[in-house]
């Protein structure tokens, strides 16, 4: 009944710009801590950014400066803003979210994952 749902991803040359965007949708009672995640064959997952409801970020060191995560409570989403593209932040995005459905208790989240290219 709840569920995230991912878009944005694509393929950018070195030094471009996307940008993720997840939105929660369902019977919802509120979406606490946002996060997200890549991961690229042979390595391991890396939770890339995250953001509390009140908008407190924190970043992985990898796209400190680069990326910027937001959200849009009103709209129960929350984006990715991926600037100056490096061929090694190529992955599979993933989002995810702490939210409780109205009426059952607080559960962990994922979305389908987006694919993002960043090639020459």
């Known amino acids: 009944q709840v569920q995230l749902v991912e878009s944005g991803g694509g393929l950018v040359q070195p030094g471009g710009s996307l940008r993720l965007s997840c939105a929660a949708s369902?019977?919802?009672?509120?979406?606490?801590?946002m996060r997200w995640y890549r991961q690229t064959p042979g390595k391991q997952r890396e939770l890339v950014a995250t953001i509390t409801r009140g908008g407190s970020t924190n970043y992985a060191d990898s796209v400190k400066g680069r990326f910027t995560i937001s959200r849009d409570n009103a709209k129960n989403t929350v984006y990715l803003q991926m600037n100056s593209l490096k061929p090694e932040d190529t992955a599979v995005y993933s989002c995810n979210a702490d939210l409780q459905p109205i009426g059952r208790p607080v559960y962990n989240y994922w979305g389908q994952g987006t694919q993002v290219t960043v090639s020459s």
């Open positions: 369902g019977s919802i009672f509120s979406v606490n801590t």
